[in-house]
């Protein structure tokens, strides 16, 4: 069942996950359309559903035969090593070769996968790993817990280089049990640390492993082939401990240019192509056995204004207010995203998320406000400078959309397009205004610790607000869902109200897939399914 | 003849320094820093600085060139800044992926060409020398990824021949199966300098056609084609090696746009990935080895034309 495909946007979470299970369980057409159309969707919408359901638990993998994945950029710094992962190509291929204590679902819930047993005490401040036994390594040897400690001690520490190292900061110490148990003892509770351990950095490597000229893991497939910026070809690995690798062979390489990349996918070069720009997403809808593979996702673009630079505090809020209400976003999401997205509300989480807080009212296109807004300050027409790159679709034109409508009331914005190159170094979170593309986080917490809390390195528009991140650590405890669900909506409405950037939209990650792929997953983390998808794939005419 | 080929590879070598020093301060000018670059959005001051650290980016610049260029000289291009991986082994594969391509483009571009050019020059203004030149000339106007698209168009999508894409490995496949694996990107390439060594030939034996002992040769009666195959060739030998040795480096080190066009992992890819990694000292190395090319082709092509002419081995 495609849980975040935006074809049954009218499932919500729990709903996907309700049919998932009866479906799985063999429920008939009729139960599943009664349940359905008891939670109030048409008769055509519930047989759709359940048509897909089925035909997707229906589906037993076939093994053989040969699968080709165009990722898209990549390059010299491709690789194996998992706390430098950076791209989605790294992503898919630690996929391929490697295994992570939990595996996230398609509903970002997660399930055991190295570590059998996943256990807390009551205020989630010390986790126990019960690691499987008769895990093997592609070089023969024996998984045990001194590969986890080993792993897991290279996110730890001032000095690690790990990209995700501020994941598991309140991590204290990885302390092995015995050889198939670990303990993560935490300075403060985390309920959401086994979600936190299945992404993508917490790949498990062997106990000493510093060459990563190729990969030793416990993944479905082995390494053939890796050349940094040229493919990665991964072969089954015999004794793979579970389900899954069912491929001859997984190849698996970036294509930079995106018209180039939508040529090899038509022209059947390759079987799956990410990034699939938006306006080729007709001409893939319209060939024959091809087609979309989209994830409903929390991804945002936005324009983020530094609070701390312009003069004085009230000035500064009423800049903000008016850039906020001179979003376009109905026509962003329609015009540039073709659909494959959804409108933002000026802050990051949206209902892909387990936490969203559907109350919040949505904040519209209002220029006259805005003007009223800008009328408060002494800047008047002077040229206000907003710094953007194609960092992703849409961040460009989230910027031209605004300053079109403010042209119409008066207000002027200066628009400078800069490279991509060197974006994040030298523009974003130094230029008073500038733009930036988010991914989403598996949980609504993990987000705003990385970007909104006062004291987050990204945290974009320098917004303080200590109640905001009492909050933000209170709620990592708190087990009661309506008390959850509650500080989740105070934490939401604490951005909209008063974090000052325009978060105009969310978009899915949009990929293309041919129809003889199966198994694909929809974990909405990234590309790809979440780069999940290379343990389940396999061709359906092997 | 000794002392001017002497004297060429010591022009040479100035050549390599020069460049190499531009080379080594032109990557340094560049904002952002490989630390940055690596860790993109993730980075944190803490960890940026850690990096820094481990790659040697915090001393002096005159030390990082000299031990560059040293290890240089020594055949150590030093290790990817951002990936650890040593750059000749990055640069190993992809110089024969590009050579595979070049060579193929050259061995059926370059006589081809030379035969089309020397052919319009037997009979300049006749209706074949006008086709000729109205052909290459639009083909020089062409932009690469325009003759390409339209290749791709033609032939993938209409015919159902070829590949849109050219990544998959060249190993263990025969001359004809290469071949047919890299006709697109050959074919591309094959208009692209065709239509320059159509130009050139054609040009530098009418140039020799109109000196006096040409004029000589015609008055006594030689026949025409001997005139031009055992009179003029010989002495436009020297301007046609030079295009044909400009063309051939440009197949090494100018090919961005048809790589990039067929996602081919070639040195031409390698250097705009490094550019967009900030990867310097693979930069550094890929410039080297450009600059190193051109060099050396270059030589090869004086030699030639020395060895074909002997009044430029005599100056007055």
Known sequence: ?542 | MWSLILKRIGIGLITVVAVSLIIFIGTKILPGDAAQIRLGQNATPENVAAFRERLGLDQPLYIQYLSWLWDFVRGDLGHSLASDVPITNLIADRYLNTVYVSVLTAAIGVPVSLALGIMAAMFPGSLYDRVLTFVSVSLVAAPEFFTATLLVLIFVFSLGIGNAVVVGSAEGKGLFQLIAHFALPIATLSFVIASQLIRMSRAAVLNVMSSPYIEMAILKGVPRRRIILRHALLNAIGPIVNVVALNLAYLVTGVIVVEVYFGYPGLATLIVQGVQTRDFILIQGLGMIFCLTYVILMLIADIAAFASNPRLRHPK
């Open chain 1, 1 to 542: 069942m495609k849980r975040n495909d935006p074809k049954f946007g009218q499932l919500g979470y729990s709903d996907s996950e309700i049919l998932n299970h009866m479906v799985k369980r063999g429920a008939s057409r009729r139960q599943v359309m009664g349940w359905m159309m008891a939670a109030g969707a048409t008769a055509t919408a519930a047989g759709t559903v359940f048509g897909t359901a089925s035909e997707a638990w229906a589906n037993t993998p076939k093994r053989g035969g040969k699968l080709i994945f165009a990722g898209d950029q990549h390059g010299p710094n491709d690789t194996l090593d998992p706390a430098l992962f950076t791209s989605a190509v790294d992503y898919f291929r630690g996929r391929m070769f490697y295994g992570s204590l939990t595996r996230l679902t398609d509903s970002l819930g997660y399930e055991p996968e190295l570590a059998e047993e996943v256990l807390s005490n009551d205020n989630a401040t010390v986790w126990t790993f019960k690691l499987r036994k008769g895990v093997e390594w592609h070089d023969g040897k024996s998984f045990t817990a001194d590969d986890v400690i080993y792993s897991m001690n290279r996110h730890m520490g001032a000095d690690s280089v790990s990209n995700a190292s501020s994941l598991v900061s309140m991590i204290d110490a990885w302390e092995k049990v015995n050889d198939h148990e670990v303990r993560a003892v935490l300075s403060s509770p985390n309920a959401d640390l086994p979600i936190a351990l299945g992404t993508f950095h917490f790949k498990i490597l062997q106990d000493g492993t510093t060459d990563f000229s190729t990969a030793v893991g416990t993944g479905p497939y082995r390494v053939k082939e890796f050349k940094p910026g040229v493919r990665a070809v991964g072969v089954p690995f015999e004794n793979y401990w579970g389900e899954g690798g069912y491929l001859d062979e997984l190849e698996h390489y970036g294509i930079g240019d995106s018209v180039s990349r939508l040529n090899a996918f038509l022209a059947g070069d390759v079987d799956a192509m990410a990034n699939l720009p938006p306006k080729a997403i007709d001409q893939v809808t319209g060939t024959a056995g091809r087609d979309v593979w989209s994830l409903k996702a929390g991804a945002y673009i936005n324009i983020a204004p530094r609070l701390d630079m312009g003069g004085n505090n009230s000035s500064n809020a009423h800049v903000w207010k008016a850039m906020q209400l001179l979003q376009d976003r109905e026509r962003l999401v329609r015009g540039v995203l073709k659909g494959q997205g959804s409108l933002g509300n000026d802050q990051p989480i949206n209902a892909a998320y387990f936490d969203y807080c559907a109350d919040l009212p949505q904040r519209e296109l209002d220029p006259e406000k805005a003007k009223w807004h800008w009328d408060q300050t002494d800047i008047g027409s002077t040229a206000v400078p907003v710094v953007a790159a194609e960092v992703a679709p849409g961040a460009v034109e989230q910027c031209l959309f605004m300053q079109r409508e403010a042209q119409k009331v008066g207000i002027n914005f200066d628009v400078k397009k800069v490279t991509t190159d060197g974006y994040w170094g030298a523009v974003w979170l130094v230029e008073p205004i500038a733009v930036a593309s988010w991914n989403m986080r598996p949980t609504a917490n993990i987000m705003m610790t990385l970007a909104f809390a006062p004291s987050a390195a990204w945290n974009e528009t320098r917004w303080e607000n200590e109640q905001f991140e009492q909050l933000l650590v209170e709620v990592r405890g708190v087990t009661d869902p309506d008390q959850r669900r509650q500080m989740y909506c105070d934490l939401q409405t604490m951005i909209h109200e008063e974090n000052g950037q325009a978060l105009p939209a969310h978009r899915n990650y949009v990929d293309a897939v041919a129809d003889h792929v199966g198994g694909l997953t929809h974990v909405p983390l990234n590309n790809f399914g979440g780069a999940e998808a290379p343990v389940s794939i396999y061709r359906k005419d092997a």
